[in-house]
Each structure stands twice: as structure tokens, then as C-alpha cells.
């Protein structure tokens, strides 16, 4: 692939910001309202979709809340946001172990946008839209290290999936 092409990824994911979490409803949410609203922030992010059974199933395992008269919070959604991409890179039994620890140690907005700068961080740098990595955060706990290193790993992945798919279609089409 040429750096012609290479530089083609980046339209891919230019634009793309997570919501903040003041932007999340701070109304309740119906399973397919929460759904189509987190879908139509992950779409540009192949493969981070996710499906009202997908959501029962994180709440069945105890990874969200159950919802309050059938309505996911912003705070669920939150998690729900980071969830759709770690589920990405890991396994749930360690997602949920993972969301375990970071509600021990942070607040959920903290966590959250935490989470969503260091993901649009990880993402310009993956894609070469920045030629460094920012410092995010003063926190130098383990807990802080695993969130990079997942962030990072899922922005990875996302940049080999839109190369390949560019790849095929230069190939089949």
C-alpha cells in the first residue's frame, strides 16, 4: 500500500469525537433509544457496534446497572461507550474485572473523560494525524497503565481494519 493510499485511512476517522459526557442525555434512554444513540457515535469505528441484546447481556453480567424503569443514565451509557470499544481487545470476564476497578477508583464522569481524550489521542496518533502522543492525565497508578495500553491496542486495531478493508476493496474492486 502507498502512503497514498495510507493517508486515505485518515478521512476514516477524521472528525470523530466521542460525545462528552455532558453531551450523553441525562434523561433515561430505552434500550433502543440508548442503542441507536451509541451507535450513531461508534459507526465510525468499525466493529465497536452494538446490539440491544449485547446491552442485556452487559447487564445480566453485571457490567452496567440494571436500567431504572427500563431506562439506561448517562452514567450507564458512559459505560457502555467504553465498553463497546474494550470489548474490542478483550475478553468480558476481564472487561468486567476492569470495570470492577475503575468504579472503585473513579467517578464515572472522571473515568469517562479520561477515557474519551486518551481514546481521540490514541486514535490521531495510530492513523498518523499527530506525531506524538499527548501526556493525558497525572495518574501513574496500574489501573491508568491498563486503560492506555487497551485504549491504545483497540485504536490499533481499528486503524488495521479500515487498511484492510481498504486493501481488499483496491484488490476486488
Known amino acids: 500500500m502507498t502512503d497514498d493510499n495510507k493517508k486515505a485511512l485518515v478521512p476514516s476517522i477524521e472528525g470523530f ?7 450523553i442525555p441525562n434523561v433515561g434512554l430505552y434500550l433502543e433509544q440508548a442503542t441507536t444513540f451509541l ?3 461508534l459507526e465510525p469505528l468499525d466493529g465497536t457496534q452494538l446490539t440491544s441484546s449485547m446491552i442485556s447481556n452487559y447487564v445480566k453480567k ?10 439506561y443514565s448517562r452514567e450507564q451509557l458512559a459505560y457502555l461507550f467504553f465498553i463497546a470499544i474494550s470489548k474490542t481487545v478483550l475478553p468480558l470476564a476481564d472487561l468486567k474485572v476492569l470495570v470492577e476497578i475503575q468504579r472503585k477508583t473513579y467517578t464515572t464522569r472522571r473515568a469517562y473523560e479520561y477515557f474519551t481524550e486518551e481514546l481521540d489521542n490514541a486514535l490521531e496518533y495510530v492513523f498518523g494525524t499527530q506525531e506524538t502522543l499527548k501526556k493525558i492525565g497525572r495518574d501513574k497508578t496500574e489501573e491508568k497503565r491498563m486503560l492506555d495500553n487497551i485504549i491504545m491496542t483497540a485504536a490499533h486495531k481499528i486503524y488495521l481494519e479500515k487498511y484492510f478493508a481498504l486493501f481488499h476493496e483496491q484488490i476486488d474492486g
Open 17 to 23: 469525537k466521542m460525545p462528552t459526557f455532558d453531551q
Open 39 to 41: 451507535n450513531e457515535y
Open 62 to 71: 453485571h457490567l452496567i446497572e440494571s436500567p431504572i424503569k427500563k431506562q
